[in-house]
């Protein structure tokens, strides 16, 4: 079961979607290839308290829009941080016991790490490719009692409604951003920050979707570039204004 993790600074590699094809909602539930087989279990209760604060570095999931559709990744998943964000659409397979009939499939945003147990042989344990579902969404596709249940999954877009936002912490000296809310493939595999006083800084993956600089940026307007797993960029000009602060979120206006 996922556990609440910090993450060692991750590796600032772009994701390579092999076999996953992005597409649509709509094209993910009427195709009948695409598909991956894995397997699906839940953690936490049903207002998901558990699942909160995970290992992608995202804080209240209410209020970051992702809520309870979320779902802890396996590492051979999780790929030390760098899916984080990612949307994927599961349906319960192959168990008429356990799973819901006629559920349609699920759509959800991986937003923690369910680390491996080589002591128990826990389904997260490389390879396998293995989803930790909050309770509520496990429950729309499989039965209670179930526990664990074999599912097959796709990589989908993320529709998402207003823009991307910045979630600003640290200190004077060393500033952490927390990018979320980010639309179509929704990981970002680059950050840089520029000020109003100087040119565009690359930031350092700190872990999941934190993201950090060591230049002093105290009073001065921030910009941000973002770069996404399929090689889309936006530019999120005077995001924070001259008098930002810490521990404050600022949103990007725009979206993917």
């Not at 209240?60 to 992702?66: I, K, N, T």
């Not at 941080?81 to 192959?94: D, Q, R, W």
């Not at 490389?126 to 526990?147: C, M, T």
């Not at 990981?187 to 040119?199: E, F, I, P, Q, Y």
């Amino acid at each position: 079961m996922a556990r609440n993790f910090t993450v060692v600074t991750a590796l600032l590699t772009t994701l390579a979607v092999v076999g996953h094809q992005l597409m649509s909602t709509s094209d993910a539930i009427n195709a009948e290839n695409g598909w991956n087989d894995a397997h699906a279990t839940f953690y936490g209760g049903w207002k998901g308290e558990e699942t909160m604060q995970g290992a992608c570095g995202y804080g209240s999931l209410f209020e970051q829009s992702y809520g309870l559709a979320t779902t802890a990744l396996s590492t051979a998943l999780f790929n030390n941080g760098t899916t984080c964000g990612a949307c994927y659409e599961i349906i319960c397979v192959n168990a008429p016991q356990s799973c819901i009939k006629g559920a349609r499939p699920i759509r959800v945003t991986a937003t923690n790490w369910c680390p491996p147990n080589y002591r128990d042989g826990s389904w997260c344990n490389p390879p396998q490719e293995h989803f930790d579902l909050s309770k509520p969404i496990f429950l729309k596709i499989a039965k209670y009692k179930a526990g664990m249940v074999p599912v097959k999954y796709r990589r989908v877009m993320c529709p998402k409604k207003d823009g991307v936002k910045f979630q600003l912490a640290g200190n004077p000296y060393f500033l952490m951003v927390t990018v979320f809310n980010v639309g179509r493939v929704g990981v970002v595999v680059k950050v840089k920050v520029k000020g109003s006083k100087t040119g565009w800084i690359k930031m350092t993956r700190n872990w999941g979707q934190v993201w950090d600089t060591h230049t002093v940026l105290t009073g001065q307007s921030l910009s941000f570039l973002v770069s996404t797993s399929d090689g889309k960029r936006l530019k999120f000009n005077n995001v924070a204004p001259s008098n930002w602060q810490f521990n404050r979120t600022y949103d990007g206006k725009i979206n993917f």
